[in-house]
């Protein structure tokens, strides 16, 4: 008679492996294919092109996230843009939300310089690591909640891979309710009502981490006044001091 496995050294036996590294896991994030509408989208997008970049090659793969490997801040977007990350391969790079974080990211002593068109254009993050809840361009800058989910692992992994993470800054509402929905799957929060987001709102959590809200750096903000530098940049400073980097 064949003895049957414990149900948690099965689950074991069935799980993919850890990664080992934030290399390997980009590697991974980039080869995604779990969304056929989503990998439609960015390939067409990529061959159809803008005609301020047709000839550009574009990226028109899942986007891993960047930064300091050592980071104690990770801001968290929607998604790349069509015609920004998912055009050059960086999260809030060549877009217009990108042009208007990488400035004060540079006046909060978080970045090099102010500036991000390109991933060989020489920015570099201090004690940050910007990703997303969803690493493929979608449509209307509006994945369905199927999509948000089946990009639930790359966050999880990532945030693994990120130990001395100690505040979480969420770039929108979709952001806000993605790192929610992670703590709620990880256990750490056991009801996402407690959490409300607004620009400004800070909670913090039981594993010590500090969450942070902010409305999106997108031209429908940042055009209307809806959010503006100062505003912003208040985020990013707070980020700083609770994360200890003053």
Known sequence: MLRREPDAVRAKKSAPA??????????????????????DYCKGIGERKRRAYIDQTYWARPVP???????????????PGAHGGNRTGRIFTGDGSGDFLYPVLHDA?????????????????????????VRCAPPGD???????????????????LLPRVKVVVCLGKVAWD????????????????????????EYKLPNGITLLGSYHP????????KLN??????????????????
């Open 178 to 201: 993605g790192y929610l929905a992670h703590l709620l799957r990880a256990g750490i929060i056991e009801r996402r009502a407690a959490f409300v987001f607004g620009h400004g709102a």
């Open 109 to 133: 002593g978080f970045a090099n310089q102010p500036t991000s068109t390109g991933i060989r254009d020489g920015l570099r993050l201090r004690g940050m690591w910007i990703s997303a809840v």
């Open 65 to 79: 996230g960047f930064g300091d490997p050592r980071a104690r801040v990770l801001t968290l977007g929607l998604a």
């Open 142 to 160: 509006k994945p369905t909640p199927d999509e948000i989910r089946n990009c639930a692992a790359h966050l999880a992994q990532e945030l693994d």
């Open 18 to 39: 850890a990664l080992v590294n934030l290399t390997a896991l980009h590697q991974q994030i980039a080869g995604c294919e779990r969304c056929p509408r989503l990998r």
């Open 218 to 225: 997108s031209l429908r903000n940042t055009n209307t006044g």
């Open 229 to 246: 530098r100062a505003m912003l940049l208040r985020i990013f400073m707070r980020a700083r001091a609770l994360a200890g980097l003053d």
